[in-house]
């Protein structure tokens, strides 16, 4: 297996809790596109996306079409997150509601409970995961504020990683795109 980028981080804006973010890109030796992005919440879990794309089977706008499909909801994943910074900014007293409907859903609940901003993010392959800040001092709000877009970077720096892969790709005239062509010259000589 190649790996196109590999990246594993933790994320140390969060003290006192050990939160891991994954963001790899790899061609498997089938020439299947193996597309992974998340963040690891310990026994909380994992926020993790995983994409399999298989490029020996698909035409070359196919390819880009799924990793769109991927990218956008990745997107989804940091428009919620960023909704959710601005619900913060706000005057609280609404709940923070939203789903992200896709093959594995997502809920992100947030609400203001004991001068204590909770948000809570359910969903396969997490467990009771809460993230909370204070709403004492602007200073903390600020602090928790921070540490939610320290989340979002890391969705963000996977975004621009595949981008920047995938310009590589195209304008050096990649392994991906040679094989994808190779494929489809392999299978018109057996058609005939």
Request: aromatic share 10%; net charge neutral; proline share 1%.
């Amino acid at each position: 297996m190649s790996k196109l980028f590999a990246k594993r981080n933790i994320v140390d804006t969060w003290v006192g809790r050990n939160i891991v973010s994954e963001s790899a890109a790899s061609l498997a030796r089938n020439d299947d596109l193996i597309l992974r992005v998340g963040l690891e919440f310990g026994a909380n879990g994992k926020l993790l996306r995983k994409a399999i794309i298989p490029t020996s089977d698909l035409g070359i706008f196919e390819i880009f079409t799924r990793v769109g499909d991927f990218t956008k909801e990745i997107f989804d994943i940091i428009d919620i997150l960023e909704e959710f910074l601005v619900w913060e900014k706000g005057d609280k007293k609404e709940m923070f509601s939203r789903v992200l409907c896709a093959e594995s859903p997502l809920y992100f609940h947030g609400q203001v409970t004991n001068n204590d901003i909770v948000l809570k993010i359910f969903g396969t392959g997490l467990h009771d995961l809460e993230l909370k800040g204070s709403v004492r001092r602007v200073v903390e709000e600020h602090s928790f504020a921070y540490r939610i877009e320290s989340l979002v970077n890391c969705f963000r720096e996977f975004l621009s990683d595949l981008d920047n892969c995938i310009k590589a790709d195209v304008f050096k005239g990649s392994y991906l795109l040679k094989q994808n062509a190779l494929q489809h010259q392999r299978r018109a000589k057996e058609a005939v």
